[in-house]
């Protein structure tokens, strides 16, 4: 695995009895920058993910990430990954710290206090912290979520629409923070997002998916010229439509 890459994905595929959730799967993703994996629903975006978090294990094919076969030494990368996801629910009845406290915990950190209070002030979420999770809001448990994933500072951060619920102001902060995070840390991302406009901004590389299967790559702006529109989401929806594969 060349080190200019975070991710090498070769021949992947998940049956599901007899549905293919991903279909010959191949896709890299380097270091240091966002790339974004799009598709429609059912496109095998979600499992794809769960495969790369070592939640599912694939019918065939490999994953390697940060230079490890993630099927073979998971547990030497799981504490350099983390996985943001509004539709993942945290245990309801203990409070935003006490939630982050647990997971801080299992990634024995250090300093996990200031860690806490440091991803509660950039997230705003300081007035909360002693808030049970099940009272939140939308937008507040999508800041949560981005939370978590942030207390082990990650090289990887896998982000399921990192910014959903949240109003644009909120939104836009987000991503300014995510960006900063990527620029101070040299971390890697990989997006899901249904916000192409979030997409075109943070991306520096998009995976195109459709039936489980990969059927374009590019930068934002060569997607664009290429398929002859004026953004990101008349490309999604160009593919989303299409009867036959790109």
Do not use: W
Request: proline share 4%; net charge neutral; glycine share 6%.
């Amino acid at each position: 695995m060349s080190p200019a890459l975070v991710i090498e994905v070769q021949g992947l595929y998940k049956y599901f009895d007899q549905f293919c959730a991903v279909n010959n799967l191949n896709f890299q993703a380097k270091r240091g920058v966002t790339t974004a994996l799009l598709g429609g629903n059912g496109a095998g975006k979600t499992t794809t993910i769960a495969m790369l978090l070592g939640l599912l294990t694939p019918s065939q094919g490999s994953i390697r990430i940060l230079g490890e076969d993630m099927l073979q030494h998971r547990y030497r990368l799981l504490h350099r990954m983390n996985f943001s996801s509004p539709y993942v629910d945290l245990p309801q009845r203990l409070t935003i710290r006490q939630n982050l406290t647990v997971y801080g915990h299992l990634y024995r950190l250090p300093a996990l206090k200031q860690r806490i209070e440091e991803l509660a002030t950039a997230l705003n979420l300081d007035t909360l912290l002693d808030k049970r999770y099940g009272q939140l809001s939308a937008g507040q448990k999508t800041r949560v979520s981005l939370a978590k994933s942030l207390l082990n500072k990650p090289e990887l951060l896998l982000m399921d629409e990192p910014t959903a619920s949240l109003d644009p102001d909120t939104a836009d902060s987000i991503r300014s923070y995510l960006e900063q995070y990527q620029r101070d840390t040299g971390a890697s991302i990989l997006l899901a997002s249904h916000n192409m406009a979030e997409v075109e901004r943070m991306a520096a590389d998009v995976i195109m998916m459709r039936k489980g299967q990969v059927v374009d790559i590019g930068t934002p702006a060569s997607l664009i010229a290429k398929y002859g529109r004026n953004n990101l989401e008349e490309v999604f929806i160009d593919i989303a439509r299409s009867q036959e594969l790109a």
